[in-house]
């Protein structure tokens, strides 16, 4: 049972958009800690796509974006490309739990 | 460029102590606010951070895991490593080093290991 909610999985044909979220509450997301989104595919180092909630690493396409609101997050995917498919996990800081937390991440499938 | 390799046993026995090794370049663990974490997934469940040291060796660690984790860092050969007391099969699982740029709850972990595989099993 991950702190964070995201579901599962997720699918979108080439070219479309998708989004996949992150469910807190009021201790981590909720209490205005930062998300951050990664990229993952098995057997490969994770890769940091979105942090502080909205913001690109240098290298990452503008089709991915991230958003804050209340106690949930946001990552979309425009454009969705055959190397998108991937693990996506979001990440944020969690007072009760005095540390770190994940969500349970999200397989995304491109049809 | 930022790279981080973790290394150590791939199989380990019930009750037995784990030790990782994480082997950094790019980056110095003595710059102010810099910090390694380690890590890891058990198969099919969520990430879980384990514990984190930073440049001046302040040390935190995962509540639940505390009593059985101690990690500490070797500046001079760019390598930080954890320990984990007895292990038990549910302790299986991918464990990752990543890095941090800053010292504040809010900064990501911007670099990460590949991960190395642990299976504890008699």
């Known amino acids: 049972q991950s702190v964070l909610t995201q579901p599962p999985s997720v699918s979108g044909a080439p070219g479309q958009r998708v989004t996949i979220s992150c469910t807190g509450n009021s201790s981590n997301i909720g209490a205005a800690h930062d998300v951050h989104w990664y990229q993952h595919l098995p057997g490969t180092a994770p890769k940091l796509l979105i942090f502080?909630?909205?913001n690109r690493p240098s290298g990452v396409p503008d089709r991915f974006s991230g958003s804050k609101s209340g106690t949930s997050a946001s990552l979309a995917i425009a454009g969705l490309q055959a190397d998108d498919e991937a693990d996506y996990y979001c990440?944020?800081?969690?007072?009760?739990?005095?540390?770190?937390?994940f969500g349970g991440g999200t397989k995304l499938t491109v049809l | 460029q930022i790279t981080l390799k973790e290394s150590g046993p791939t199989l380990v026995k019930p009750t037995q102590t784990l030790t990782l090794t994480c082997t950094f370049s790019g980056f110095s663990l003595s710059s102010s606010g810099v910090n390694v974490v380690w890590i890891r997934q058990p198969p099919g469940k969520a990430l879980e951070w384990l514990a984190l040291?930073?440049?001046?060796?302040?040390?935190r660690y995962n509540p639940s895991l505390r009593s059985r984790l101690t990690i500490t860092k070797d500046t001079s050969k760019n390598q930080v490593v954890v320990t984990m007391t007895n292990m038990d099969p549910v302790d299986s699982g991918t464990y990752y080093c990543?890095?941090?740029?800053?010292?504040?709850?809010?900064?990501?972990?911007?670099?990460w290991g590949q991960g190395t595989l642990v299976t504890v099993s008699s």
């Open positions: 990543a890095h941090r740029r800053g010292a504040s709850s809010w900064f990501e972990f911007d670099y």
């Open positions: 040291i930073y440049w001046n060796d302040d040390k």
């Open positions: 990440q944020s800081y969690d007072n009760r739990l005095s540390g770190w937390v």
């Open positions: 502080g909630n909205n």
